[in-house]
């Protein structure tokens, strides 16, 4: 199920608010009247370009940069003032000046909002004057819109930061949690580093002693059979303890479960972590794939502005580990190669492989590296 998202609710009330704005002057325009100043076509074409700009600007911002969504909102600015002076009996229209004053605050700076906000105010003190209200009237109208563009302006920007906040903390968690992994593994990595040299301390020499000494005893007079199988016996005992000495230093911690530790309760990108049942890997390989999980997470969060997230790693045609992840955000024409992107070709090339990145239709990071 799709995890219940705020902003995409809002930005659906917005759009149906302002669609609603043009129920008075459609209502009266049917019955014979005429809530316009200007002829109902041109308003109507009027109101058809604000509700596209208000379009552009709230769902298909990501398509068009930040000059060009600028440019949107200024022709809504303006488009809605001239809505509401050439309709100042029909009510509802002065509502747009609000609407527009909270878009504001995703697209511009706080000062040229509160420019905005003061704008709309002037209109809707001059609709309600151009409407016949009464100056009392017109100077309550004035302060009334003047105190909810300031509040929904305010809501907003609140909201804003609090979402930058959570990505922030997101973020952090995948990195400590990445990190923790990490520094556990160092250190169980260093223990049986440590068991290893004792093993061979211990018994490697000892069972290389033994092996030379029943090595000697064969050659001298009498050799007894039981001699030669104990020398077979001392040589499998000291293989086997090489093996184990082997397997201590190859031996990886549980992918699967890290890696579903590190992504685990984000609030968003919903992550879709899928890792095949014959992936084999080593330490190297296990801490890159750790770094790279963590990197294309984080990326996410700050930003791709995704709400899903598919990571799959599995075994390669050729025997390697290929690792890929994609995301729903919109992706970018150009990709910056930052810190954490480097730092994923970096680890793959240190590991004989190598990583590409396309940002056409959402953000896509493929790595491949040899097999252990």
Known sequence: MRRFDPDLWSAV???????????????????????????????????????????LCTWLDHRFGR???????????????????????????????IYTAALSVYVVSWPLTLAVIG????????????????????????????????????????????????????????????????????????ERLR????????????????????????????????VARANQVARALLADVRATMGEL?????????????????LPAPAVHLSIGADVRTDEARTAALIR????????????AHATELWIDIRTGDDGGIRFEA???????????MGNGLTGIVERVRELGGHARFDGRTGFRVTAEVPAP
Do not use: K
């Not at 790279?292 to 930003?303: L, S």
């Not at 992706?331 to 910056?336: H, I, K, P, T, Y």
């Open 195 to 226: 068991i290893a040299r004792e093993l061979h301390d211990l018994l490697g020499h000892q069972l290389t002693v033994l092996t030379l000494e029943l090595e000697t005893a064969t050659h001298r007079a009498d050799p007894a059979e039981h």
């Open 326 to 336: 994609h995301d729903d955000g919109p992706g970018a024409a150009r990709v910056v």
């Open 119 to 190: 704008l709309n105010t002037a209109v809707a003190m001059a609709a309600a004057g151009l409407g016949g209200q009464s100056a009392a009237a017109v100077a309550v109208t004035g302060v009334l819109y003047l105190l909810l563009q300031v509040a929904s302006a305010l809501g907003v920007l609140g909201q804003r930061r609090a979402e930058e906040s959570n990505r922030r903390l997101s973020a952090a968690h995948t990195e400590l949690r990445a990190a923790g992994v990490l520094l556990a593994e160092s250190s169980r990595a260093d």
């Open 13 to 55: 009330y917005g759009t149906m608010i302002c669609a609603a704005v043009g129920l008075p002057v459609l209502v009266v325009g049917a019955r014979g009247g005429d809530l316009v100043t200007v002829p109902v076509a041109v308003w109507w074409l009027l109101f058809g370009g604000y509700v596209l700009t208000q379009t």
């Open 249 to 265: 230093r190859r031996r990886a911690p549980d992918l699967r479960g890290t890696l579903e530790r590190i992504v685990a309760d």
């Open 292 to 303: 790279c999980v963590q990197e294309v997470v984080t990326n996410a969060i700050r930003h």
């Open 67 to 97: 000059p060009a969504i600028r440019g949107f909102l200024a022709a809504q600015v303006i488009i809605g003032a001239a809505l509401a002076l050439t309709a100042p009996r029909a009510g509802w229209t002065s509502i747009l000046l």
